[in-house]
C-alpha cells in the first residue's frame, strides 16, 4: 500500500515522525494515519490531499501516485437528510399593486390640474412659450466631488498594479514548505531545502504561506527583502505588501 512506502522509505532515511511533523506543522497522528492507511483518522480530504503531497515530496517519493492511491480510496462527504420546507404563502398578482397606484395617480393629476387651472382664472397671469421657458434656462455644470475623482484615481491606480509584472525570487537557508496562489487562480506547493532557489514571476500579487519564515531569504524586483519571520515560525504574506 501506498502508507508502506512512505514508512519504509522514512525508515531507510532514519527520520522521526515527530521531527518531520514539526518541520512540515502536520499533526503526527495524521502522519501515523497515512502510513497506516487509516483514512477514518484523516481530515477531510481536502485537507489529506495536502498533508500527503508535502509528506512524499518531504520524503522525495513520487507525490502525484501516492495522492492518487489516497483519493481514490478516501470516503467522500456524507450528505443531510434536511427535507425542504415549501411555503405555502400565495404572492398577490402584481395587477392588485398597480390598479390602486393608477388610480391615486389619476386623482392627483385631476385635482391638481383643476387647481393650476383655476389660480391661472384668477390672476389672469400670461402663460410663457414653451421655447420662451427653453431659452430661460441655462444648465449648470457642476465640478465632480472630491471624493469621485479620488475614487476614480484609485480605480486607475489599481488597474495599473494589477498589470504591473514583477519576480519573486526565494532562496532558502533552512528545509522550508511554501504554498503559493496568484492572482489568477492557479496555485503550486513548494518544499526547499538548504542552497534551493525558486523564482516566481507574476502580474498583479502573490499569497505565500511559509512554515519557516527564517529559513528563507526573499527578493521582489531585485530588492533583498532578508527572512520574513524567524525560524519554525508560520506566516501568510502578499507580494507586493500595500
Given at each position: 500500500?501506498?502508507?508502506?512506502?512512505?514508512?519504509?522509505?522514512?525508515?531507510?532515511?532514519?527520520?522521526?515522525?515527530?521531527?518531520?511533523?514539526?518541520?512540515?506543522?502536520?499533526?503526527?497522528?495524521?502522519?501515523?494515519?497515512?502510513?497506516?492507511?487509516?483514512?477514518?483518522?484523516?481530515?477531510?480530504?481536502?485537507?489529506?490531499?495536502?498533508?500527503?503531497?508535502?509528506?512524499?515530496?518531504?520524503?522525495?517519493?513520487?507525490?502525484?501516485?501516492?495522492?492518487?492511491?489516497?483519493?481514490?480510496?478516501?470516503?467522500?462527504?456524507?450528505?443531510t437528510t434536511i427535507i425542504p420546507i415549501a411555503f405555502s404563502k400565495k404572492k398577490?398578482?402584481?395587477?392588485?399593486?398597480?390598479?390602486?397606484?393608477?388610480?391615486?395617480?389619476?386623482?392627483?393629476?385631476?385635482?391638481?390640474?383643476?387647481?393650476?387651472?383655476?389660480?391661472?382664472?384668477?390672476?389672469?397671469?400670461?402663460?410663457?412659450?414653451?421655447?420662451?421657458?427653453?431659452?430661460?434656462?441655462?444648465?449648470?455644470?457642476?465640478?465632480?466631488?472630491?471624493?469621485?475623482?479620488?475614487?476614480?484615481?484609485?480605480?486607475?491606480?489599481?488597474?495599473?498594479?494589477?498589470?504591473?509584472?514583477?519576480?519573486?525570487?526565494?532562496?532558502?537557508?533552512?528545509?522550508?514548505?511554501?504554498?503559493?496562489?496568484?492572482?489568477?487562480?492557479?496555485?503550486?506547493?513548494?518544499?526547499?531545502?538548504?542552497?534551493?532557489?525558486?523564482?516566481?514571476?507574476?502580474?498583479?500579487?502573490?499569497?505565500?504561506?511559509?512554515?519557516?519564515?527564517?529559513?528563507?531569504?526573499?527578493?521582489?524586483?531585485?530588492?533583498?527583502?532578508?527572512?520574513?519571520?524567524?525560524?519554525?515560525?508560520?506566516?501568510?504574506?502578499?507580494?507586493?505588501?500595500?
Amino acid at each position: 500500500m501506498a502508507g508502506e512506502i512512505l514508512k519504509k522509505r522514512r525508515e531507510d532515511l532514519g527520520l522521526d515522525i515527530r521531527e518531520i511533523a514539526d518541520l512540515l506543522k502536520i499533526k503526527a497522528s495524521y502522519l501515523v494515519a497515512i502510513e497506516n492507511d487509516t483514512f477514518a483518522e484523516l481530515p477531510a480530504p481536502v485537507y489529506t490531499t495536502g498533508y500527503i503531497r508535502s509528506y512524499a515530496k518531504y520524503l522525495d517519493v513520487d507525490a502525484e501516485s501516492i495522492v492518487l492511491y489516497y483519493t481514490k480510496n478516501l470516503s467522500p462527504p456524507g450528505y443531510t437528510t434536511i427535507i425542504p420546507i415549501a411555503f405555502s404563502k400565495k404572492k398577490s398578482p402584481k395587477i392588485y399593486y398597480v390598479v390602486p397606484l393608477l388610480v391615486c395617480a389619476s386623482a392627483v393629476f385631476f385635482f391638481g390640474a383643476h387647481a393650476w387651472t383655476t389660480r391661472n382664472d384668477k390672476t389672469k397671469a400670461p402663460l410663457q412659450s414653451a421655447q420662451q421657458v427653453v431659452k430661460t434656462v441655462r444648465p449648470s455644470v457642476s465640478k465632480p466631488p472630491e471624493e469621485n475623482r479620488g475614487s476614480a484615481a484609485a480605480e486607475g491606480t489599481a488597474v495599473r498594479l494589477a498589470n504591473e509584472e514583477h519576480n519573486l525570487q526565494i532562496a532558502a537557508t533552512e528545509t522550508t514548505w511554501i504554498s503559493v496562489k496568484y492572482a489568477d487562480g492557479r496555485s503550486d506547493e513548494m518544499l526547499l531545502r538548504p542552497g534551493n532557489t525558486r523564482d516566481l514571476g507574476f502580474s498583479g500579487k502573490v499569497l505565500l504561506k511559509v512554515g519557516n519564515a527564517g529559513g528563507i531569504n526573499v527578493r521582489l524586483d531585485e530588492k533583498d527583502l532578508g527572512a520574513p519571520g524567524v525560524r519554525g515560525q508560520v506566516i501568510s504574506m502578499s507580494f507586493p505588501s500595500e
